[in-house]
């Protein structure tokens, strides 16, 4: 392990200059995301529709395709788990990671395609990775294992071979065969859907590894804490795991549950904030200790952002990135490689940040 883990920073630490490249010239990137995507899904249904061929712009774009929530969506994603593809997306669509919204009862099921996992998710898993080697060239984070305290997924009924679970199942599920040396628990822990059992099994399986980071909900993550300190009569986490050195969260405000985190753990690690959804992994805190979250402009996502009194309007406007204001509430309005055009997400952002983009999450647009 510590043979494979200087193979790997040194991989991460590589992939900077790509880093730079988009932070440095993100109009650019965005422009050529809008391009490919609108190009790979020109022959699909939705893309006949509004007839992509035509497009070479953001206007023209804008003008074709309306702004989206779920309810305009679902009938393609049903017909997409039924076994129909070639709807929202060129390549098959066999992934749905399941997204309970916060502002009703009813789950939605958000296509995964290969290339949001390959081209967004582990994209932007491994930009984080290398942003915090530039920070902190002499870690040691894998040396250890990723702590990663994810969801389940179960079989679709009304189709063999569509699957669904929480986003965290589907990228556990998906992840390149080395990405199952650096982690833990094994697949059959991390994916059991019952948590009582589950944490009690995370915590049995995971005191004798060498943990150097942990990722997942701060709720759950506490009781894991407090279920290892409860077995090993340890009074600390860096007793249990001495290497700990991150913890990375998103979701919700970290800020009520950071001090409660420093007293469990015992030592000062590292806390990254991501903006990791069902939909993409939009952002990912690129100075640690500093507010604000550097926006992936080059994940295979395209994006707009409506100011928020325009939500409710019968031609809602948005904007983009080279018009957006520090301070200013926006609901972000996405296009992606999963097959959402013009979606918006329902969480409202502002920027911290105008060189390079940076952004912080403000709530919902519905609150």
Request: proline share 5%; with cysteine; net charge neutral.
């Amino acid at each position: 392990m510590k043979l494979l883990s200087p193979a790997i920073s040194s991989l991460a630490r590589m992939r900077l200059w790509r880093i730079e490249a988009w932070k440095n010239n993100p109009l650019d990137a965005q422009r050529e995301v809008l391009q490919d995507l609108v190009t790979s899904a020109q022959y699909t249904e939705v893309g006949r529709k509004y007839n992509f061929s035509q497009l070479f712009n953001v206007r023209s774009f804008k003008e074709a395709v309306p702004i989206q929530e779920y309810e305009d969506l679902k009938p393609y994603i049903e017909r997409t788990m039924s076994g129909e593809q070639n709807l929202l997306w060129n390549t098959p669509i066999y992934w749905f990671a399941k997204s309970s919204g916060t502002t009703s009862d009813k789950s939605k099921f958000i296509p995964i395609s290969d290339e949001s996992l390959q081209d967004c998710h582990y994209k932007a898993t491994k930009d984080v990775l290398t942003i915090y080697y530039q920070f902190y060239p002499d870690s040691e984070l894998l040396t250890g294992k990723g702590l990663v305290i994810g969801g389940s997924h179960n079989i679709n009924p009304m189709n063999s071979e569509a699957r669904y679970g929480d986003l965290s199942a589907v990228l556990l599920q998906n992840s390149p065969f080395w990405g199952h040396w650096l982690r833990t628990p094994d697949l059959s822990i991390a994916l059991m859907d019952e948590w009582e059992s589950k944490i009690e099994k995370l915590a049995n399986n995971t005191i004798k590894e060498n943990v150097t980071s942990v990722s997942g909900v701060p709720t759950w993550t506490l009781v894991l804490f407090k279920r290892i300190l409860q077995i090993t009569g340890k009074k600390t986490i860096a007793e249990v795991w001495p290497s700990l050195e991150l913890y990375m969260h998103g979701g919700v405000s970290f800020t009520p549950y950071k001090e409660q985190f420093q007293q469990l753990i015992g030592k000062n690690i590292h806390y990254l904030e991501m903006y990791n959804a069902s939909e993409g992994f939009f952002a990912a805190q690129d100075i640690p200790g500093q507010e604000g979250m550097l926006l992936f402009v080059d994940h295979g996502i395209f994006m707009e952002f409506m100011p928020v009194n325009e939500y409710g309007k019968k031609d809602p406007q948005t904007i983009s990135l080279q018009d957006v204001e520090p301070g200013k509430n926006y609901a972000l309005v996405i296009s992606t490689n999963g097959g959402l055009w013009r979606y918006l997400l329902g969480d409202t952002i502002q920027f911290t940040s105008l060189n390079p983009f940076r952004i912080k999450v403000t709530g919902r647009l519905k609150h």
